[in-house]
């Protein structure tokens, strides 16, 4: 099952240095670290206090200096929680508009507000062990990132055009499925050429290698936090066998889907 919330997340990932989306929404603050957090609009400090949030769908990756140094903690929030925490707030606060799946807000917060930021993630993870999660003190955490992400915000992007964020939830909820361009367009209403092209400008990615990465990327959530056979996680993933899914997998990784996971039952 997937964690929602990940305390002091170090060591090597395979998405340094190369552009994903989540269809979720995410809260990272870094502990230690330098580099960069890379968007398709910006460059963003990697830095000790750094808090942000990035959007479901958002295209971004990090750039660490070093790797192994960079630490950070994470909490995830589906599209479905994320309004149900911002309609607590009252209608005509503008913080409701910077919060959005496929936005990206980034603060650098003072060393005074460290240790709460700390708390915050350390309650959330205690709360999630103990079935807790969806009570009112996990709602109360939400609230406090948001209003300090919302104190302390120095750049905020909006979303990509509504037609390539609609692509992206699609192919990221189909993901299972034999996906074509066609079938996108055809749901899209749009021709096929302009699709093409307009999700190549937004994503640096042409579609195929979009949803090619997508379930390479939904391959290794499923490796890290499931228990699931290398067939189902292959056809979960949309992949037509399982060994074109694992010959997919050893040019994107360096590995095969088997050694991915023995390399993650070493690290703990």
Not at 46 to 66: E, H, I, K, Q, S
Not at 182 to 193: F, G, M
Request: charged share 20%; with cysteine.
């Amino acid at each position: 099952m997937n964690k929602n919330v990940r305390i002091h997340h170090t060591g090597f990932n395979t998405r340094y240095n190369t552009w994903h989306t989540i269809n979720r929404n995410m809260i990272m603050y870094i502990h230690s670290g330098s580099g960069s957090i890379v968007d398709r609009e910006k460059n963003y400090p990697l830095a000790p206090g750094c808090l942000c949030f990035v959007g479901a769908n958002r295209f971004y990756y990090t750039l660490p200096d070093r790797p192994e140094a960079y630490d950070r903690s994470k909490v995830f929030l589906s599209n479905h929680d994320l309004d149900k925490v911002l309609d607590l707030f009252p209608e005509d606060l503008q913080m409701k508009s910077l919060f959005t799946p496929n936005s990206m807000v980034y603060a650098q917060v003072p060393p005074k507000t460290a240790q709460q930021i700390c708390g915050i993630f350390d309650d959330l993870a205690m709360y999630e062990d103990r079935d807790y999660y969806h009570n009112a003190l996990v709602t109360s955490h939400y609230i406090k990132l948001l209003i300090l992400l919302n104190e302390y915000a120095t750049n905020t992007v909006f979303p990509i055009s509504g037609m390539v964020q609609k692509a992206t939830e699609y192919i990221n909820s189909h993901i299972h499925e034999h996906l074509t361009i066609d079938e996108i367009c055809s749901v899209l209403h749009i021709s096929k050429y302009y699709f093409c092209k307009k999700f190549k400008q937004s994503t640096g990615l042409t579609v195929m290698s979009y949803i090619l990465m997508t379930r390479i990327i939904s391959a290794k959530n499923m490796l890290e936090n499931s228990d699931l056979a290398i067939g189902e996680i292959s056809s979960r993933c949309g992949f037509s066998s399982q060994s074109y899914f694992c010959r997919v997998f050893k040019d994107e990784s360096g590995m095969t889907p088997l050694q991915y996971q023995k390399s993650l039952l070493q690290k703990k």
